[in-house]
């Protein structure tokens, strides 16, 4: 059981570093975004649990040979406070480490969800308030702004597209279109669901820099899914005209002060999805 | 999006437009006008709307007022400002709830990407 610990504690080491450190940036996912997806999914989950389950199984290791054994030993201890000859105090804090691990995990989880479903609610409140609902396409609201904006604020039973008026005014019909698909993308396939995962995991292990790497390839692969679903309705040069010119952001306001605090899709992350559509 | 927020719109734009505290009963009669809605709504909806307003904190009941007679928080810019500053930018790691097709850039790299989409 021993062996069985060190190999899934060194299949946890590697899932949470040089995996993670090698594949952002990987041409074979920004090709096929959702096997992109899929294998940051499996190392996300994967390396969750080797990481608990090599603490277990080196707890264990201390009450029996076996796992059925242990889990009985483990249960003697709990209920009768009895520790079999030879354990130390060393299996037992790899046990507490495991049980800490999965709490912590958890936790993050239900704190981001409930972070995120607050921020939500707000922003729906505001958006409600300075938009109007665009008759003729269900769903979707027009904010009156000369900057070219477009985002959609997915939730549980209602989504939001938003656009604004200056959007509209630079982008033809089939940019627009462009856009909107994009958009409803991100919605039909729950992106937000997956999105989360990945933020909670970077909340949770900040010291860890491959999570804040994950978070933010899963965000660029998110777009890049979102990006293909789009082509199924336009062609290539209108997706690829309306993310140009909505990068370049048209006359914002407050160009200078944006540019301080740059929005998350960063150059790089633009060429990469621009220079997939060439 | 559900008529009763499209009626909280409606009675901010109002608000925003009048610039100062008005009552149920005014709005009542601002609403009846046909540039507004034209809808006849019992004073206790607007009632409704106007607390639910105050309890997001969007408009203000002056205190002591007899009917009692609200204003607007913050001007509509000032709540534009703040949207805008959350759809471009400045949101942190755990408030990423929005999707956004494509963040804006710097000029420099404006002109790298019309370079791309020029090559292709």
Not at chain 1, 20 to 43: E, M
Not at chain 1, 76 to 88: A, K
Not at chain 1, 95 to 119: D, K, Q, S
Request: neutral net charge; hydrophobic residues 50%; aromatic residues 6%.
């Amino acid at each position: 059981m021993v062996a069985a610990a060190i190999t899934l504690g060194f299949v946890a080491i590697l899932l949470a570093w040089p995996v993670p450190a090698l594949l952002p940036g990987a041409q074979w996912a920004y090709r096929r975004p959702t096997l992109g997806l899929l294998v940051w999914q499996l190392v996300a989950l994967i390396g969750g649990f080797s990481m608990i389950g090599s603490l277990v199984l080196l707890g264990a290791a201390t009450f029996a040979t076996d796992l059925p054994d242990a889990a009985n030993g483990m249960w003697r201890f709990v209920t009768h406070n009895e520790l079999p000859d030879g354990s130390s105090v060393w299996s037992l804090l790899a046990l507490l480490g495991a049980l800490f691990l999965t709490a912590h995990l958890l936790l993050n989880l239900l704190v981001t969800v409930v972070y995120a479903e607050r921020e939500r609610a707000r922003h729906a409140q505001l958006i409600t308030l300075l938009s109007e609902p665009m008759t003729d396409r269900p769903g979707t609201r027009l904010i009156d702004t000369p900057a070219p904006v477009a985002y959609c604020l997915p939730g549980a039973l209602t989504s939001i597209t938003v656009l604004s008026a200056g959007l509209i005014q630079l982008l033809d019909e089939e940019e627009l279109q462009a856009v909107i698909e994009h958009e409803r993308a991100h919605v039909r396939l729950r992106h937000d669901i997956v999105l989360i995962f990945f933020t909670a995991w970077k909340v949770s292990l900040p010291w860890l820099p491959t999570a804040r790497n994950a978070s933010r390839e899963v965000a660029l692969l998110l777009e890049m899914h979102a990006d293909d679903n789009a082509l199924n309705h336009v062609g290539r040069g209108s997706l690829a005209r309306a993310i140009t010119i909505v990068a370049e952001g048209g006359a914002l306001p407050r160009r200078s002060e944006l540019s301080a605090a740059l929005p998350e899709s960063t150059p790089k992350e633009l060429r990469a999805r621009l220079l997939r559509l060439a | 999006m559900n008529s009763l927020g499209e009626l909280e719109r409606t009675v901010m734009d109002l608000l925003w437009a009048s610039g100062e505290s008005l009552s149920a009963y005014d709005l009542q009669a601002k609403l009846a006008a046909p540039e507004a809605s034209g809808r006849e709504l019992a004073a206790t909806t607007i009632l409704t709307v106007l607390s639910r307003l105050e309890n997001k904190n969007f408009v203000r009941r002056e205190r002591d007022s007899r009917p009692h007679r609200y204003r607007a928080a913050a001007g509509r810019e000032a709540h534009m400002a703040d949207l805008m500053h959350e759809v471009l930018g400045g949101a942190n790691d755990r408030a990423a709830v929005l999707e956004r097709f494509v963040g804006q850039v710097s000029n420099e790299e404006a002109e790298t990407l019309r370079r791309i989409l020029a090559g292709r």
